[in-house]
Each structure stands twice: as structure tokens, then as C-alpha cells.
């Protein structure tokens, strides 16, 4: 499953967090505003529906004829329409007024002597309804306002919060991309300082310039966390070199006597003669593993540098699988090429390129009963070379252990056979690595265990 990045989600969390708040603070604002708005409009309108009673009551007093009249001038300069009522009977009201608009608890209530006022909605129009009683007159005034205006305001209101809220959340974006970038811009630079130390760049560090306290911690921790760490593995490298160099001493005086004792082997009794054939069989392991330490050693220090060379592929697989099998004395095996390969270059250390064929081949004669072929194809800008063999074969559990230092798998084991020393294939490894290149273990077209080698092509076929 993929890892979400950290960026993202910061930058996201920063968005949501803004456009939550904002549109809270909208809302608010938006009911607090529209509340105050209507109670506001409620209040004058009340007011103006107890003088507008006030002169409905005059005019029936004085000249009803003229209350028609009254009620048309009140809804033009209110713009409210005006019912009144007496004794039950509708008596006159504005034009176009409607009863519809009034409900039958607030005339219930106005006829019982109450003054009454409510609020509804009506197919989405807010309408303020006030009934007053007149009881001199035994009458009943009700004045219906039309708050049309207001919510015209309170939709420009909310137009204008939506808007802000919405520049809110983009404005919390930015902050939060600002935010994110200062933050994860440390923990970059720590990864990419991290991969390559790992990749062999042991003199990186980190290097960080008006940095938080936090920021300049984790440098400072990092940095002392590296040198540290390449101390260490400085005084492991100068151990192991140092101790294979001690031991090559008395390890050549071993195999000089071997070697004598070998040369008069006929004097010695059986059990002599036995003993001698396990000393030798050690002592050749011996031999190997100071050799493997010291050239590990070696290339951990950097005491040997890569002499890098542009070399043909082809010639040079054929004079490694040679080299190889005369040093051990082992049947060459059969080098295969591929017509699609041409005659490309690699770019490797000759000595250290023959060293990893060397290995493989004798591995698989350890451990596979010899190598069948050593076969080159390319695979696209790569040559790929595939020592293969007729063996068991290397279980898929084991496949990326084999190249750790001194692992020996179950077929050494399961075999019987302790005569490697562990250290064979993890050089393989590293030589592969310092080429620009990778192996891997497959299965072999013959039944047995393939070890691919990838290196790039640095140059097209030759002329």
C-alpha cells in the first residue's frame, strides 16, 4: 500500500480546518446579523402598526366614508397592507389586501381584546403579522408587513460570508502550504542525507542555516548520529584489516608446512595421512576467509579505490569464466551470447569484475555441482549475465539472505558441506553495487538457481 504523503495531509488538514472554522464564524454571524435584522424591522413595524390603529380609530370616529382612502395612503407610504374588521364583518381594507395572510389565531385573539403580532413564512417570504383591538369602536385592525426588503439584505449577507468564508479556506491553503514547506523542508533534507550515507556517501551531512531550535537539534543530532556511526564502522574496517593482516603470517607458515608435510605424505601413518588431508581442507578455508575479510575491509575503508574502465562486455565475460575456472581448478564452463547482445561496454573494475565471476562459479560448484553456463542477453539498456546451474536451486526466503555477510543457507547445511566461508556472495554484492549495477537470484532454464547480473550499457554496439 502506498504511503500518503505527509505534505498533503497537512496541506489538507490546514484547508479543513480553515473552511470549518470560516463557515462556523459565517453561520454565526449570518443568524446573529439575521435575528438582529428582524427583531429591529419587528420593533419600527410594531410601532408603526399602533399609529397607523391609532388613526383608523380617528377616522371611524370622524368621517368613516374616508377610511377606504386611509387605508390605501397607509399601505403606500408603509408598504404594508391594512384589514379592518367590526363586529365580525370585514369592513374595509387595502388594495389588493387579502384575509388569507392573516391566520385564524391571531384574529381569534385581536377579537378577545389582545394585541398580537407573529412572524411567518409564506412560500419563502417572511411576513410580520399585527393585530390591534379597538374596542371603542368594537373593531379590529390588522396590518400585514412584507419583510421583502430585508431578506434581500440577508441574501446579499450571505453571498458575502460564503464568499469570505470560501477566501478564508484558500487563505488557510496558502498558510498551510507555507506551514508545511518550512516544516517538512527539515525531514527532506534528513531523508535525502540519510539515503546517501546509506548509498556509501559517508562525508554527507547535514548543513542548515537560520534554523528553528527544534531544526538545529535534530541537525546537530543527526550529524554527531553520523559521525558516529562512521567512526565506528572506521575502527571495524581498520580492525578486520588489521587482523587479516596479522593472521596472513602464520597462516602462510601453516600452509608452508602443509605443504611439506604434503610432500612427504607417504612416511605418515593413516590416521596422519587423514589428519593431513583435514588440515589442508581447513587451512584452504582459512585462507579464503582472510582473503575475503582483508578485501572487504578494503573496500568498506576505501583503501583500494575503483579503477573504473570502459571495457567490451563479451571479451571480458570470457576471460573472467577462464581466469575463474583455472583458479580453482574446475571444467570451464560454457560462455553463452546472445546474437541481440552485439558487442556493447560496460564500465567495471577488471580485477574486482573477475573477482564477482570468480565467486559465482565457485559457488555454484559448492553448492550446485558446477555452473552449466554463463549466459549474456540484454534487457533493454542493461546486459544482463546469468551464471547458471543445475542445482536445488536457492528457496524464495533465502533469495536476499544469501548476499548478507557470513549467511550460509539450508543447502550447505542440508549437504553437509561447511567449506564456504559466507563472505563470497555478500562481495559480490558490493563489487555489483560499485559497478552502477544489481543481482538477484531466479530460477535457472535448467532447473537449478540463476544469479543475474544487471550492468548498464554505457555505450551502444561498436563499429
Do not use: C
Not at 367590526?86 to 391571531?106: F, G, M, N, Y
Not at 548543513?207 to 575502527?235: C, G, I, W
Not at 542493461?382 to 557470513?406: M, Q, S, T
Amino acid at each position: 500500500m502506498a504511503h500518503r504523503s505527509l505534505r498533503l495531509r497537512l496541506l489538507v488538514t490546514f484547508g479543513l480546518g480553515a473552511l470549518v472554522l470560516s463557515s462556523l464564524f459565517a453561520s454565526l454571524t449570518y443568524i446573529g446579523v439575521q435575528r438582529l435584522l428582524i427583531s429591529n424591522q419587528q420593533q419600527t413595524d410594531l410601532r408603526q402598526s399602533y399609529v397607523n390603529a391609532a388613526l383608523v380609530r380617528s377616522t371611524l370616529y370622524t368621517s368613516p366614508a374616508q377610511l377606504a382612502n386611509l387605508l390605501n395612503s397607509i399601505q403606500k407610504a408603509t408598504s404594508s397592507i391594512v384589514l379592518v374588521q367590526t363586529h365580525h364583518q370585514w369592513l374595509a381594507r387595502s388594495e389588493p389586501a387579502s384575509t388569507k395572510d392573516v391566520s385564524p389565531q391571531i384574529i381569534k385573539l385581536v377579537n378577545q381584546g389582545h394585541a398580537t403580532q407573529q412572524t411567518l413564512i409564506v412560500n419563502g417570504e417572511i411576513l410580520f403579522v399585527v393585530g390591534v383591538p379597538i374596542p371603542a369602536v368594537e373593531t379590529q385592525v390588522f396590518e400585514v408587513f412584507r419583510l421583502s426588503s430585508l431578506e434581500h439584505t440577508l441574501r446579499v449577507l450571505l453571498l458575502v460570508l460564503a464568499a469570505g468564508a470560501l477566501a478564508t479556506s484558500f487563505i488557510g491553503m496558502g498558510g498551510g502550504l507555507w506551514a508545511t514547506r518550512r516544516a517538512v523542508r527539515p525531514l527532506e533534507e534528513v531523508s535525502l542525507a540519510a539515503a546517501k550515507i546509506a548509498a556509501g556517501a559517508l562525508t554527507t551531512r547535514l548543513v542548515v542555516t537560520q534554523a528553528d531550535r527544534e531544526v538545529q537539534q535534530l541537525t546537530e543530532s543527526f550529524n554527531e548520529m553520523v559521525s558516529r556511526l562512521v567512526d565506528r564502522l572506521e575502527r571495524d574496517a581498520r580492525f578486520a584489516s588489521d587482523v587479516s593482516h596479522e593472521l596472513r603470517s602464520p597462516l602462510t607458515t601453516l600452509a608452508t608446512t602443509a605443504s611439506v608435510l604434503q610432500q612427504h605424505r607417504e612416511q605418515l601413518s593413516p590416521a596422519g595421512q587423514e589428519s593431513l588431508d583435514l588440515l589442508l581442507a581447513d587451512l584452504s578455508i582459512f585462507q579464503s576467509l582472510v582473503e575475503d575479510l582483508l578485501e572487504m575491509a578494503r573496500s568498506d575503508a576505501g583503501a583500494v579505490p575503483l579503477v573504473m574502465e570502459k571495457v567490451p562486455a563479451t571479451e571480458l565475460l570470457r576471460q573472467s569464466v577462464r581466469s575463474a575456472a583455472a583458479r580453482h581448478a574446475l571444467v570451464e564452463p560454457v560462455v553463452e551470447v546472445d546474437e541481440s547482445v552485439g558487442d556493447p561496454l560496460v564500465e567495471v573494475d577488471r580485477r574486482r569484475f573477475e573477482r564477482v565471476i570468480t565467486n559465482l562459479i565457485d559457488n555454484a560448484h559448492r553448492y550446485a555441482e558446477g555452473a552449466v553456463a554463463v549466459r549474456m542477453n540484454r534487457v533493454a539498456n542493461y546486459l544482463a549475465i546469468n551464471v547458471d546451474d543445475a542445482g536445488p536451486g536457492v528457496p524464495l526466503d533465502e533469495r536476499e539472505h544469501v548476499f548478507e555477510r557470513f549467511f550460509r543457507g539450508r543447502a550447505a547445511h542440508d549437504r553437509g558441506i561447511a567449506r564456504g566461508t559466507g563472505l563470497g556472495l555478500a562481495l559480490v554484492r558490493d563489487h555489483v553495487k560499485a559497478f552502477g549495477g544489481t543481482i538477484a537470484v531466479l530460477e535457472s532454464d535448467d532447473g537449478g538457481a540463476r544469479f543475474q547480473i544487471l550492468l548498464p550499457i554505457v555505450e551502444g554496439d561498436r563499429e
